[in-house]
């Protein structure tokens, strides 16, 4: 996947809020949106096991040590991760209330093609107590 952050790290814009600002700063494509955060992702392998690479960019903040969900949903369609590691957390950037957060889970080769597939509607991932809703991001808008 190799995402970039030198620019997000490097940032001093006053709208740590603004999504366009997140995905401006990132040389890769967002996958998903919610009102204050930007999720990142791609498919990786290594040694025949299957990762949903993630990076979130934005208010998330947590330390996280019981690991974390990521549901799909779409029209007839409903896949469930679960996080590789139950350990990680947040960091800060040097944008004001912006934060980093690297999450992979793990997919089994059976569902990557449906999940490509898949026309989705929503992306929620559940980290500790929070649920965030993301909407598939077009950048065509």
Do not use: P, W
């Not at 980290?127 to 950048?139: C, G, H, P, R």
């Amino acid at each position: 996947m190799g995402l970039s952050l030198s620019k997000l790290f490097n940032k001093t814009e006053t709208s740590a809020d603004s999504i366009d600002a997140i995905i401006a700063s990132v040389e890769h494509d967002a996958y998903g949106v919610s009102d204050s955060n930007v999720l990142f992702s791609g498919l990786n392998e290594l040694g025949g096991y299957f990762f949903f690479q993630t990076i979130v960019v934005g208010s998330l903040k947590v330390k996280c040590k019981n690991g974390a969900r990521l549901t799909f949903k779409g029209k007839n369609f409903e896949l469930t991760l679960n996080s590789d590691s139950l350990e990680f957390e947040s960091h800060h950037t040097e944008v004001k209330g912006r934060f980093v957060t690297n999450i992979d889970f793990q997919i089994e080769e059976k569902d990557i093609k449906s999940l490509q597939n898949a026309t989705l509607s929503e992306i929620v991932l559940h980290v500790k107590k929070k649920e965030l809703l993301f909407t598939k991001y077009n950048s065509e808008k």
